[in-house]
């Protein structure tokens, strides 16, 4: 009641501003107003009830406080997403490459741990705990948008953004994987989306129409399981996202221009040109960009940056194959053993912060060099190679063309070019794809159920992010993922692999002591499963030689669910229960995924 009428009385207040108020303002004081209520609410609902309400009601109180979340997600999330995190992060540690960081858990997540699918009654000081957390960083929001003034065009920016989260996460469960709550939870955020569009909308404009019939579709669909998202996204995600960019366009508003993954004019997340492939470039603007990928192509058979002379880019990646192998690992180059991991595809490679299953390498050229150097897969060096193709010849117009004005080829310039060259194979052109660009045709019924189980029931988009199918982090597209799933060394076997992945890049690079990373012990980046019909077999080792084998394993709780002792699991050890005929299906969308000439 108390709540009801602090939050009245703001409203009425607000209603009073002068006429110098604008919309921008505006916006920032709704913003305040529902952390305001957020705030309020966990403090004087949600803690005395941790603290002595009966823990049968905690489930309940808990969903309204992710209710109150998902009002300003749209804003936090984009505008300060170092302290979103805080509030409704991943439960889990996460490692951050690039910032050289290890982050913990905090917050509405790890809270749901404890509440489903039963409260644990034992739990109470910790949900107190998580709730102060959250209190502390709606402050640090409420500070932000108070002190910093925020643009037109990123509230436009922000808001299409959410649709996009809403997209890739929400209605696939993502932030609310035990309570399941995420049509009710989606419909908060795009009303809170509404409420944010009112200075630059009508009451009858496209925009708001959509959300209008978005909202309605979400709370006459709340069931997980059998929630159409293929009709959501294409009925209406699709469509609101293009009305929203039009917009913003047809109100011209001035705009600062970010290079990131998923181009900041993107009306879909299907546009043909949505994705920027030279987002993770070290070069902002490459000079003769066709002329390098054409040196970089005619490079990648070169057998002369190995030491023997007779191993080339191109004797583990086959175009035919996806660029990736059919075989568990490659031999090593000195004829004992193999290498470390099995070969991945190098279709779409570029859409990634890191590379390598350990994600060590930051960029291409880094990825380039470390193989060319590494003493099982190539063993050479690249001043060596350079003398041998400099007495061949054969590259120097194409050198010439690439690189004009330097006098001699170098290391780096090889390193550009073969980079330039596998940027050039993005492709994200499945029949998939036309399906969701709206060829419906392009999709039997069974591999649109296969993407409805995907997203859903399955599990998949959680991990396997929606439309790259990897691990990069939608909608920003910024990190990337890492998990433990408990991949066996052989298949039926007890022993976890013996590799351990992120744990030994993260020991590397001296982060912390060993015993505070033995989170990430046995992690791996999340890989696409774009092309992965025709990249068998599967896991970092090659354990699985089919699809079916990798979704039995999935469907078992990955390896703690198969009884393999793994203490750290990311993954979830419970049983899916997908039947024969669901497993059928998300196999068969995973090959709809197939990239075409």
Request: aromatic share 10%; hydrophobic share 40%; with cysteine.
């Amino acid at each position: 009641m108390i709540l009801t009428l602090i939050v009245a009385i703001s409203e009425l207040l607000l209603s009073f501003r002068t006429k110098s108020t604008t919309p921008e303002k505006e916006t920032a004081r709704r913003v305040c107003l529902d952390i305001d209520a957020f705030s309020h609410y966990i403090s004087d609902t949600l803690q005395p009830a941790f603290r002595s309400g009966p823990s049968h009601s905690w489930q309940a109180y808990f969903l309204k406080a992710r209710q109150y979340y998902k009002q300003i997600e749209w804003a936090a999330e984009y505008f300060t997403y170092s302290t979103a995190r805080f509030i409704n992060g991943a439960p889990k540690k996460e490692a951050e490459l690039a910032g050289q960081m290890i982050v913990k858990p905090s917050g509405l997540q790890v809270m749901e741990e404890h509440l489903f699918p039963e409260p644990d009654t034992a739990a109470g000081v910790l949900l107190l705990q998580q709730a102060g957390i959250i209190l502390d960083n709606l402050q640090l929001l409420k500070a932000y948008f108070t002190n910093i003034p925020i643009a037109s065009w990123q509230i436009l920016d922000a808001v299409k953004l959410e649709m996009f989260r809403i997209e890739t996460l929400g209605i696939a469960g993502f932030d609310d994987a035990l309570s399941r709550n995420s049509m009710q939870e989606c419909a908060a955020s795009m009303q809170a989306m509404e409420k944010a569009l009112v200075p630059y909308t009508s009451q009858s404009d496209s925009v708001q129409t959509l959300l209008n019939k978005s909202v309605a579709f979400l709370l006459a669909n709340k069931d997980f399981n059998n929630f159409d998202r293929a009709a959501f996204i294409r009925r209406y995600a699709s469509p609101l996202t293009t009305a929203i960019e039009l917009l913003r366009r047809k109100l011209n508003l001035p705009a600062y221009q970010y290079n990131r993954l998923l181009r900041q004019e993107a009306f879909t997340l299907f546009d043909s040109d949505a994705f920027n492939a030279d987002a993770y470039s070290p070069f902002i603007n490459q000079e003769n960009k066709a002329a390098k990928i054409k040196l970089g192509e005619a490079l990648f058979t070169e057998t002369a940056f190995s030491g023997n002379n007779k191993v080339s880019c191109a004797s583990c990646h086959h175009p035919e194959n996806a660029f990736a192998e059919n075989i568990t690992r490659h031999a090593a180059i000195k004829g004992a053993g193999s290498i470390d991991r099995n070969t991945p595809s190098l279709i779409n490679a570029a859409l990634q912060p890191q590379l390598f299953y350990d994600q060590r390498a930051e960029t291409l050229e880094d990825q380039l060099t470390d193989v060319m150097h590494n003493p099982k897969e190539m063993d050479g060096d690249l001043d060596t190679a350079l003398k041998r193709m400099g007495a061949s010849g054969k590259y120097e117009t194409l050198f010439t063309l690439a690189f004009p004005g330097k006098a001699n080829p170098d290391s780096a310039s090889v390193t550009e070019a073969l980079a330039a060259y596998v940027r050039s194979l993005v492709k994200l052109n499945s029949r998939f794809d036309e399906y969701m660009c709206g060829n419906n045709a392009a999709l039997t019924s069974e591999e649109v159920q296969g993407f409805n189980l995907f997203m859903g029931k399955a599990q998949c988009g959680t991990c396997h992010y929606m439309p790259l199918f990897n691990g990069v982090f939608p909608p920003k597209f910024i990190t990337q993922d890492a998990e433990v799933i408990g991949v066996p060394a052989k298949q039926k076997g007890r022993d976890i692999d013996a590799d351990r992945g992120l744990f030994i890049t993260l020991l590397r690079k001296h982060y912390y002591d060993s015993t505070r990373l033995l989170e990430f012990d046995h992690a791996f980046k999340t890989p696409t499963v774009r092309n992965a019909s025709q990249t068998a077999p599967y896991m970092h080792n090659g354990v699985y030689k089919t699809l079916e084998e990798v979704l039995d394993f999935y469907n078992n709780g990955g390896g703690t669910g198969e009884g393999l002792q793994v203490a750290n699991q990311s993954l979830s050890a419970e049983k899916l229960n997908l039947t024969p005929e669901e497993i059928k299906a998300v196999i068969a969308f995973m090959k709809s995924l197939d990239s075409r000439e």
